[in-house]
Structures are given as structure tokens and as C-alpha cells.
């Protein structure tokens, strides 16, 4: 299930339902908490409307010990002790304590110091004086503790208000850091590059001449953004307005990050960068264009699925600027063959259209690598396209490709569905077609 969550964009829906109902008819018999949630999280976002009340990941002791902790920190936190729960690993890790002398002791005399100095950092929230030692009574907990999540991959649950006012103000700041809020604010440590990364962009202009050299310090600090706070910090650095020569300059330095951006902030740039970009195109996209989304699509290859070419796939204004583009991004060498598959189930599960036929036309000539189930559903829009693309140039093409290329695995159902779809065509490639079919049959 925490597979299915982490690829769910790359997934057709008709698959995951199926998949979601085999796990249901399971969970029946067998009714595991984590994968009841997982599966309520995927219908969520699938538009089913599952209802996830009543769900919680938390055992009832963990549940308590939560919101004990939140109360302290609510408080200040500079007194943090969880609630005492008898549990056999916390007594094996007593005696081991005990046996090293007074290492269990520290934190507690450190927390109670007057001065603080030795408590941790993170948990100095506010000063308020005096801190009142809390007692609180380990009843059963009436309402769940939902998920807070928030990064790449899950998809977050909003929280109940089970933990007072304190813990309503935490939750607040986390739910601003999952969704774009009115008061989202980047992390101090890369607003404070703001300033320096946009004097930065600013100087790219048409030359790149001494901007070889990355910086590292301000980059490497995009780690530390969550999806919301990476839009926002595209819209602080105006990254849509920069010209081509910046913005191949700005993906080599993205490039040379390491670790990669994680799938989410990826997504991001690639929206902020290249879509609005590419659907504004009257004309051909610029050589600096073209090589800032080669280069950037042969490392993020799935963002750029996501975020770009089904988008300008579909978008009712994609042209002829638009479609050469995508035409060239698919004949680009540094593809790697999982790349190219990944792009062609893209647009599997897109609606075809002129441009579709051209794209992908371009990237069957590759002979990308596909299983049987994949190559199957291609045959099957590629015959059901030919009843309405008649006089299509452009699909009489994808198909001539599609039978020169792939003629080992066209099977003879296949074949006479290819001819089928040929009857009603009357562009001049129709005789060399069924010329073609002829050739693949026993």
C-alpha cells in the first residue's frame, strides 16, 4: 500500500480500483489497522470518498504518551517527562541504564537546571517563567490521533482536536507546512539566501560567462522545503519569468545536487520552470530551451511526466511549437530505456489527439521495451484511434511505425484488428499499410 501512494500518479486508475478492491475483500477476514487507513488514503485521493473516522494508527499508550508530549511542548517544553507506562522494553532499557551508571538520571537534571542551558534546543518553544509539572490522568482516549503527514509520497489527514489549545497552535503550524496557507514562510536558513539567489538569477541575462561555479550552500538547502514551500520559493525567485540562458544555467546547477530533489519538489520546479514556459511558445523553442528540458527530464524523468508532458498533452492550446518540442524530448539519446517506457505509459492513459499521434510516433521509433500487457493496450487505442482519425497524416504514420518496428510482437488478433482499423482510411499511406499488414500475416 505505501508503495501504491508513493506511485499513484504514474498508476492507471482503473488498476489501482482493482487492486484497492482485492485489498478490501482481505482486509474483511482480516481487518489490519495500517492498511485499512492506506487503503481509505487512496480512495481518498482516487475521488471515492472513503471515510476514514474512527481510523487511527496509534495504539491507545502511544495515543497518551503524544499527548502528553504535546502539552509539554505546548508549555514551553523545557520540562519534558512522557507519562510513566509500564512496557518490558522500557524495563530492559532501565536495567541497562542503571548499569551504566547515571545516564537516565541526566536528561532529568538537565531538564530541571534553572537556567536551562543544557536542555535541547528544538524543545525551547517560549519562555513563560515557571513551569507547572503536569499530572495528567492516563484514561482512555476518546478520540483518534490521525496522521499528520506531510512530504512526499503520503497523502496528509487532517488532525482531530484532541490535545487542547497548545496542541490545536502545533497542529495549525503543520498543516501550514502540508498546503499552501496564507502564512507558509520558508526556512530561515534559505530566506536568508533569498536575496542572494535572486541577485543571482538576475545577473544571467544572455551570457553565462563566469556562472560556472554552483552555489552549493544555497542550493543544498532546497532539501530543507516541503512541496509548499518550494512553490513559494519559486514564485519569490520569479523563476517563470527568468530567459532561456538562465534557466539552462539554473537546471545545470540542479543537476549537480546531491542527494536529488525528492519526487514532490521536483514536480514543483518542473511546473515552475518549463510549463507555463513551453505553453506560451508561438514558435520553436530556443536551443537553450531544449537542452535545460532534456537534461533536466533525463534526471527526473517521472516529475516531468507528471508536471509537463501530460499537461501539455492535453492542454487545448498545444500547437506546433509545442508538440516539436515534445517530438525532440522523446528523440533525445540521454534517455534511458526505463525513461522511455515511463514517458510511454504517460501517455498511455492519456486521451489521443493530433499531437499525441506526432509524440508518441517519435518515441515509438526508439523501439521502446514494453511487456505484453503494455504493448496490448497501445494496439488497442492505436485500432480503436483509427475509426476517427481517417484522414490523420500523422496517425497513418504512428501506425506505419508501429508495424515496421514492432512487427515481432503483433500478434494475429492484432493484425486483423490493424486492418480493420485501415478500411475507413483515405490518406495516401493506406495501400502501403495494408502493403505492411500483408507482410505480417502467416
Not at 502511544?62 to 518490558?88: E, H, I, N, S, W
Not at 526556512?187 to 553565462?208: S, W
Not at 531544449?290 to 498545444?318: E, R
Not at 540521454?334 to 492513459?349: C, F, H, N, R, Y
Request: proline share 6%; glycine share 8%.
Amino acid at each position: 500500500m505505501s508503495l501504491l501512494m508513493a506511485v499513484r500518479p504514474s498508476l492507471p486508475e482503473s488498476g489501482l480500483l482493482s487492486v484497492l478492491q482485492i485489498a478490501q475483500q482481505d482486509l474483511a477476514s482480516d481487518p489490519d489497522v495500517w492498511l485499512r487507513v492506506l487503503g481509505g488514503l487512496l480512495q481518498r485521493d482516487l475521488g471515492l470518498g472513503a471515510s476514514l473516522e474512527g481510523a487511527s494508527l496509534l495504539s491507545r499508550r502511544c495515543q497518551r504518551q503524544l499527548q502528553g508530549l504535546c502539552r509539554q511542548l505546548g508549555q514551553g517544553g523545557r520540562r519534558l517527562k512522557l507519562p510513566q507506562v509500564p512496557d518490558t522494553e522500557e524495563e530492559e532499557e532501565d536495567r541497562d541504564s542503571q548499569q551504566s551508571g547515571k545516564r537516565r538520571k541526566e536528561p532529568e537534571e538537565e531538564a530541571a537546571s534553572p537556567e536551562g542551558e543544557r536542555a535541547p534546543k528544538r524543545f525551547r518553544c517560549s519562555e513563560r517563567g515557571e513551569e507547572e509539572e503536569e499530572h495528567e490522568e492516563e484514561g482512555p482516549a476518546h478520540e483518534s490521533l490521525e496522521s499528520l503527514a506531510g512530504g512526499e509520497g503520503a497523502s496528509p489527514i487532517k488532525s482531530q482536536p484532541v490535545l487542547g489549545a497548545e496542541t490545536s497552535k502545533a497542529s495549525a503550524s503543520l498543516e501550514d507546512a502540508k498546503g499552501p496557507a496564507e502564512g507558509l514562510v520558508l526556512p530561515k536558513a534559505l530566506q536568508d539566501q533569498v536575496p542572494r539567489l535572486q541577485q543571482l538569477l538576475k545577473t544571467f541575462g544572455e551570457g553565462l560567462e563566469g556562472l560556472e561555479d554552483a552555489p552549493q550552500v544555497e542550493l543544498q538547502l532546497l532539501h530543507e522545503c516541503n512541496p509548499s514551500q518550494m512553490d513559494l520559493l519559486c514564485a519569490q525567485l520569479q523563476l517563470p519569468q527568468l530567459s532561456d540562458a538562465g534557466l539552462l544555467q539554473l537546471c545545470t546547477w540542479l543537476l549537480a545536487l546531491s542527494p536529488d530533489l525528492s519526487f514532490s519538489n521536483a514536480t514543483v520546479l518542473t511546473r515552475s520552470l518549463f510549463l507555463g514556459r513551453i505553453l506560451s511558445l508561438t514558435s520553436s523553442a530556443s536551443r537553450l530551451l531544449t537542452t535545460a528540458l532534456t537534461s533536466f527530464c533525463a534526471k527526473y524523468t517521472h516529475p516531468v511526466c507528471t508536471a509537463l508532458l501530460g499537461p501539455v498533452l492535453q492542454a487545448p492550446g498545444t500547437g506546433p511549437a509545442q508538440t516539436e518540442l515534445l517530438c525532440c524530448l522523446m528523440k533525445d539519446e540521454s534517455l534511458e530505456p526505463d525513461a522511455l517506457a515511463l514517458m510511454l505509459g504517460q501517455i498511455l492513459e492519456l486521451p489521443w489527439k493530433e499531437a499525441t499521434f506526432l509524440v508518441l510516433q517519435s518515441l515509438l521509433e526508439r523501439q521502446v521495451e514494453m511487456t505484453p500487457e503494455k504493448f496490448s493496450v497501445l494496439m488497442e487505442k492505436l485500432c480503436k484511434e483509427g475509426l476517427a482519425a481517417t484522414t490523420s497524416m500523422a496517425y497513418a504514420k504512428l501506425m506505419l511505425t508501429v508495424i515496421i518496428k514492432y512487427q515481432a510482437n503483433i500478434t494475429e488478433t492484432q493484425r486483423l484488428g490493424l486492418a480493420v482499423a485501415l478500411e475507413p482510411n483515405t490518406t495516401f499511406l493506406r495501400k502501403s499499410l495494408q502493403a505492411a499488414l500483408r507482410h505480417l500475416g502467416p
